[in-house]
């Protein structure tokens, strides 16, 4: 009949069906590309690996054989390249600008093009600052003044301050500080004597609100937390010095500029800096109270050397403790199976 001999609709199958593979439940799926690509793969790293692990067989036999050899020959190397390594290329860096901000970064672009010729700007005074100060005490008074002039007269005549200072002033040769010796005309520490015999008398002269040239006082850069008398108004120049004298201050300052001249100004910045520390540890053993801070463009490289150069006898003393924990933890009693040799040599290495 013709429903016999037509078929289904439901045994029809389309081209792309036919096409399609069959998979019966159970069989996996082998993806071919993939497995040809990981053959390549695998046959790549076991080619990479034979002269790796033939290198590393010979090495194990030949320290097996020669064992003293071998562990005198590992240290005489790593000894040889950390020679060779600090006597070539080996730099300490002590910048701050470098170890400690991101590079590059868009800060450090910045400051190098200010600093550039490019952008206009002057290249800025290296600045030097002295605090004194009695660790929170008041400091007003002719003791104090006192030792303000003993600072500057230290920093004008620390060797090389004149030919430094000449960038700035070829006749006076004198370098911008700033400190209540301005008060008295040129820091003149004699003129200050024969005017200023009782403490009431130095505080009304460093109360003024104008240097002896006339150019106003901005407390704040020559004393640390002055105290004026409140109840009085102190934005008007012309007040009687009665008005606006000080209370107490807890500490001086003493600001130098030095011309940006590199050569020049760091000799001079060292010695000056080992002169003024000698005079701290001299006030500090006079029991008076008398501190001194110092921070200068250099300083924190000074620092962070001095830092460094006193940290590496801590060096010897770690590869020695380190050397006797490997030699007792791997050492036997037994001239083949001890490694105290292999753990010292390890030390040497990581050193």
Same mark, same amino acid.
């Given at each position: 009949?013709?429903?016999?001999?037509?078929?289904?609709?439901?045994s029809k199958m389309t081209r792309e069906e036919e096409e399609q593979p069959s998979f019966t439940a159970g069989t996996p799926v082998v993806d071919v590309e993939s497995t040809k690509q990981f053959k390549r793969w695998n046959d790549f790293t076991e080619f990479l690996k034979r002269p790796l692990l033939r290198g590393l067989v010979f090495v194990a036999k030949t320290s097996a054989t020669y064992p003293l050899y071998t562990i005198i020959?590992?240290?005489?190397f790593s000894l040889f390249i950390s020679v060779v390594g600090m006597a070539t290329n080996y730099e300490l860096e002590t910048d701050g600008n470098v170890l400690w901000t991101p590079v590059p970064s868009l800060p450090v672009k910045h400051g190098d093009w200010v600093a550039s010729e490019e952008s206009g700007f002057p290249t800025p005074p290296r600045p030097v600052?002295?605090?004194?100060?009695r660790s929170g005490n008041d400091v007003l008074g002719m @003791?104090? @003044?006192?030792?303000?002039? *003993?600072?500057?007269?230290?920093? #004008? &005549? &620390? *060797?090389?301050? %004149?030919?430094?200072?000449?960038?700035? *002033?070829?006749?006076?040769?004198e370098c911008p500080i700033v400190s209540v010796? #301005?008060?008295? !005309? %040129?820091?003149n520490r004699t003129l200050f004597r024969e005017e200023v015999k009782t403490d009431e008398e130095a505080i009304y002269a460093m109360s003024n609100l104008t240097f002896a040239n006339g150019e106003p006082v901005s407390r704040p850069t020559i004393? %640390?937390? !002055?105290?004026?008398?409140?109840?009085?108004?102190?934005?008007?120049a012309k007040l009687p010095i009665e008005d606006?004298?000080? $209370?107490?201050?807890?500490?001086?300052?003493?600001?130098? $500029?030095?011309? !940006?001249?590199p050569l020049l100004a760091e000799p001079y910045e060292l010695d000056l800096t080992n002169n003024l520390f000698d005079l701290k540890d001299k006030w500090e053993r006079d029991g008076t109270g008398w501190v001194i801070e110092?921070?200068?463009?250099r300083s924190f490289d000074d620092e962070l050397t001095r830092g460094i150069s006193e940290d590496i006898p801590l060096m010897v003393v770690a590869f020695i403790l380190m050397g006797t924990f490997c030699a007792v933890t791997l050492g036997k009693c037994h001239k083949v199976k001890s490694q105290a040799l292999l753990g010292v040599g390890a030390v040497v290495t990581i050193i």
């Open positions: 009949s013709s429903q016999q001999t037509q078929p289904s609709s439901n020959s590992c240290i005489s600052q002295v605090i004194l100060h @003791a104090g @003044a006192n030792r303000v002039f *003993d600072i500057v007269d230290l920093i #004008r &005549t &620390t *060797d090389g301050y %004149g030919d430094l200072c000449a960038l700035y *002033d070829d006749v006076s040769k010796t #301005r008060f008295w !005309p %040129g820091h004393f %640390g937390f !002055p105290v004026p008398n409140l109840s009085k108004n102190l934005t008007n606006v004298l000080l $209370e107490s201050a807890q500490s001086y300052f003493v600001q130098l $500029e030095l011309p !940006p001249n110092l921070n200068t463009q």
